[in-house]
């Protein structure tokens, strides 16, 4: 018999995975991403490169329409729909925390952490559009 070199389930509960977290200056912009997100849920999703397309020929559109075009086309990019928390909840899910890094490691001119963050999550083709979506999100928040 081959002694076993890993620990049985003991019947207690799993431990619990720890909460997602986001940068503080960066949870105003995925507040404001959940209200956006109360509008844009019920629009039809946009193409991704159509939508950079679009706004790359129009740069005075106001932030609402960045962060309405990353919300639209989060699915093409991620291959999921966006978990976002009505407005008010104090706590963030995975997909709020993992917009939050990207914004804040534009903000912080991390290039390395942003490629990382984006290569991790999205898919090869659509890297492009949504970083500059990401990109153009963060120079509208800076602003702020």
Same mark, same amino acid.
């Given at each position: 018999? $081959?002694?076993? #070199?890993?620990? !049985?389930?003991? /019947? #207690?509960?799993?431990?619990?995975?720890?909460?997602?977290?986001?940068?503080?200056?960066?949870?105003?912009? $995925?507040?404001? !991403?959940?209200? $956006?997100?109360?509008?844009? @849920?019920?629009?039809?999703?946009?193409? !991704?490169?159509?939508?950079?397309?679009?706004?790359?020929?129009?740069?005075? @559109?106001?932030?609402?329409?960045?962060?309405?075009?990353? *919300? #639209?086309?989060?699915?093409?990019?991620?291959? #999921?729909?966006?978990?976002?928390?009505?407005? /008010?909840?104090?706590?963030?899910?995975?997909?709020?925390?993992? !917009? /939050? /890094?990207?914004?804040?490691?534009?903000? +912080?001119? +991390?290039?390395?952490?942003? @490629?990382?963050?984006?290569?991790?999550?999205?898919?090869?083709?659509?890297?492009?559009?949504?970083?500059?979506? *990401?990109?153009?999100?963060?120079?509208?928040?800076?602003?702020?």
């Amino acid at each position: 018999m $081959v002694a076993r #070199k890993y620990a !049985l389930w003991d /019947g #207690k509960a799993a431990p619990k995975a720890p909460r997602p977290e986001c940068p503080a200056r960066v949870r105003p912009f $995925v507040e404001h !991403l959940r209200k $956006v997100n109360l509008t844009a @849920r019920a629009a039809a999703h946009a193409d !991704l490169f159509e939508a950079c397309a679009v706004l790359a020929c129009h740069p005075s @559109r106001a932030d609402q329409a960045y962060s309405e075009t990353v *919300i #639209k086309c989060f699915q093409q990019a991620t291959g #999921k729909r966006a978990q976002l928390f009505r407005p /008010g909840v104090s706590d963030f899910s995975f997909d709020e925390a993992w !917009l /939050g /890094g990207l914004v804040a490691a534009c903000l +912080d001119e +991390d290039d390395d952490s942003f @490629r990382f963050m984006l290569c991790s999550r999205v898919a090869r083709q659509h890297q492009r559009n949504f970083a500059f979506l *990401i990109r153009s999100v963060s120079e509208k928040f800076a602003l702020n």
